[in-house]
């Protein structure tokens, strides 16, 4: 779960996305294979090797105005091809915090 | 309190207007990220990992029931219903939208509360001893200083592009609630043997990555030399504080590499050209700061009122009154202290009700005043004891009565990762955990005044390095582990703690803690030794034998 701020070379292991905050809400978002945004991890496009990374995270960090943080994390494929958070972090971010909140959302 | 002038007002409106303008910039693409990161920064706005995180300052951790309200209404209005109180007298909000915040900031500074140098490389929020003004033994109301401090460091020009953040902690009694021995300045008030009043000035403290004490680098300085003391620091720290690498920035940093007397000499140095300029306190400011704090017409009361008398023989009241009432200077008058740290709770967070009640319950009993620890928890500073066992009612009703003030479930914890961007591993359910199996008041009692500190990362938010037992959460090939230390504490005798072993899972961690709390209370001289003290009569071998003779 090495933090995104640390995260200075781009060499992937395994299955990967470009994830980001949305700029006006700060919205968890993932970046689409349509070169959008979206804030279903399911809509992430996949990249599977470092120059495909290094390139979606170049298109993902030039949209400053739409998305902040942008960074690459990992995914697992399900068999069905679903897309599940490859760590705890990323699960944390998609799924919710793993607490109740004092107040239920 | 402290009644805020026209300056003051003009200040706060005028930075909302300021950054309303520079969110409107940043939403239009005018501004890049990296133009508006040190501007949202210094505005107390990250980005954590689900939205925004909206941090505001409570100034030596002093609230009106009116602000406080107030509060509740940026939690319910631009938040999801709550807050968490930090352990820097800060609230943080954790699910604020960009878009919003110039709102809400411009919500707050209607009565007198800002974000300004939350975060950044600048001074930070000026903290306190949270019973100020009245606890018993007191040299005098230290927040009259913390307001000169926090008047001179906002928005000064010289201090706010400092090499890294820079923390000031004042107190005024002997025994220390502020944790001034971890702060980059710690100000201690006290009397020399002329009988004058000053300062034992203590410099490089901090906790994170690298932890130090701070030492005590001129033990007397009088209060109409404070701010020129206090520049000569800065200056030397601006001057030679390494901005080169992060992880070195820190002020603790330069004081260890160049040794404390050295760096006291530079400081003396630069002292003895600025001693006599403008920065000398005439006696006026001091009184001028000192007539904007009101305080309460307290009556004449007894210490045994009949109300007090009669509800003794309420078990559930005693024990509620045993833990979380402290003595006040005033005869008759008590200072409640309101814990945030239910069992199963998040330790910290209060909702919007609980806060809007806390205000209505401020005004009845507490002449409308609230206080927030570095403890994580809300203090009434102004309660009249005959008042006690209805408060108390009124305290169980809304769940901020739980009698564990100082005991082995008042945890500090830092939100860790379910929130934080920086995290290596959760706090909040770890502290949850230990809650429920310290839950038994009785046990609680016998095991005594025991901190627990969690941090989920080496930042220290959570002030691990200095909890009786501290946790902090790291990660090992991409799961949750969790190194242990105990021995440490943050009051006038500081100590930063001892690791105990290997660091465990998640999931061994409160076990852990229970065999901790079990070979203290098998090893202890007598029952009333605290854990503190115990561990250091023995060292931490024995608890290391207990731990992990078995794992």
Sequence with gaps: MTSPLEQKKIRITGPSMVTANRTWDGVVIYRTSKHGWSADLSDAAIVRTSDEARALLTESIADDVGAIGAYIAPVEIKEAGEIRPGNLREHIRSEGVTIDLPVPA | MYAYDELDRTLINERVSEFRDQVKRRLSGELTEDEFKMLRLQNGVY???????FRVAIPYGTLSSEQLRRLAHVARRYDRGYGHFTTRQNIQFNWIKLAELP??????????????????????????????????????????????????????????????????????????????????????????????????????????????????????????????????????????GRRDNIYKARIKI???????????????????????????????????????????????????????????????????????????????????????????????????????????????YSFGEIRVGHEQNLALPHVARRDLPVLWKALDKIGVATPNVNLVSDIIACPGLDYCSLANARSIPIAQELTRRFANHETANLIGRLHINISGCINACGHHHVGHIGILGVEKNGEEFYQITIGGRADEKAEVGTLIGPAVPYAEVADVIEDIVEAYLALRARPDELFIDTVKRLGVEPFRERVYATR
């Design chain 2, 103 to 240: 709102d809400a900031l411009a919500d707050l500074a209607e009565v007198g509360i800002h974000a300004m140098q939350t975060s950044g490389n600048n001074t930070r929020n000026v903290t306190s001893d949270q019973w100020a003004g009245v606890a018993p033994g007191e040299i005098e109301d230290p927040r009259i200083w913390s307001e000169l401090l926090r008047q001179y460091t906002t928005l000064h020009p010289e201090f706010s592009f400092l090499p890294r953040k820079f923390k000031f902690a004042i107190t005024a009694s002997e025994h220390d609630r502020a944790a001034i021995k971890v702060h980059d300045i710690g100000l201690r008030l006290h009397r020399n043997a002329a009988g004058e009043t000053g300062f034992e000035v203590l410099v490089g403290g901090g906790l994170g990555r690298t932890p130090f004490i701070g030492k005590t680098i001129k033990p007397f300085v009088h209060g109409h030399d404070l701010l020129s003391y206090v520049e000569s620091i800065l200056r030397v720290y601006n001057q030679y």
């Design chain 2, 254 to 364: 330069l004081v260890h590499e160049l040794g404390i007397e050295k760096f006291a000499q530079e400081v003396e140095e630069e002292w003895l050209q600025m001693r006599d300029s403008a920065l000398a306190i005439d006696g006026s400011v001091i009184e001028d700061l000192r007539s904007r704090f009101s305080y309460p017409a307290y009556e004449k009361l007894p210490h045994m009122p009949d109300e007090l008398k009669k509800a003794a023989h309420d078990p559930h009241f005693e024990a509620w009154r045993k833990n979380s009432v402290f003595p006040h200077k005033v005869p008759g008058y008590a200072i409640v202290t309101l814990s945030l740290k239910p069992v199963g709770g998040p330790p910290g967070d209060a909702t919007a009700d609980q806060m809007d009640a806390i205000a209505d319950l401020a005004d009845k």
């Design chain 2, 47 to 53: 980005l954590q990992l689900h939205a925004y995180m």
